[in-house]
């Protein structure tokens, strides 16, 4: 957040960042200094990551196998538990030979690894403890709003869907 002074600012009547006027005593009163702050960094802006350590851990390994081009583990990693082992392979398959298989795997590791660091992720909803929904600008696809959803089942933190 931006950097806010605590101290008590003048009457007013003096400019910020101007000298105290000289007094008629020929001593000059003082006004307490303050700093305006310039407004909140980018780092500060949109950038929100987990309270859950085991979470955070779960997408940065995921944001690793992202980054590593590892597809199979990625997936055997992100899918539901309940999800059958057919669905899984298929889903696999739309990430790796489908004709649009490199854009869909593009932007589900942009949008995992943004979530990983907390860019452009607006809010979580959630307890954090059993589920968490990020919701986040899009890293790659400007003014497209994207939400994700995870849920934590016997222990571990998978995509819910």
């Known amino acids: 957040m931006g ?3 605590r101290r008590k600012r003048g009457d007013g009547n003096i400019p910020s960042g101007s000298p105290p006027p000289p007094s008629s005593a020929g001593t000059t009163t003082q006004v307490p200094a303050f700093y305006s702050s310039d407004g909140p960094s980018n780092e500060e802006l949109n950038c929100l990551q987990t309270t859950s350590n085991s979470l955070q851990k779960k997408l940065d ?3 690793q196998l992202a980054m590593s081009n590892d597809r199979a583990n990625f997936v055997a990693q992100f899918v539901p538990l309940d999800l059958s082992k057919e669905d899984a392979e298929g889903y696999l398959q739309d990430l790796t030979s489908a004709p649009e298989a ?20 607006n809010k979580i909803e959630g307890d954090q403890i ?3 929904i990020f919701f986040f600008e899009h890293p790659l696809l400007q003014g497209c709003d994207r939400e994700v959803s995870f849920i934590r089942v016997n222990g571990e933190w998978r995509a819910e869907g």
Do not use: M, P, Y
Not at 102 to 121: F, H, P, R, Y
């Open 3 to 5: 950097k806010k002074s």
């Open 61 to 63: 390994q995921l944001s």
């Open 102 to 121: 490199d854009g869909q795997w593009a932007n589900l590791a942009s949008e995992i690894t943004a979530i990983a660091q907390g860019k452009g992720v």
């Open 130 to 132: 059993h589920n968490a």
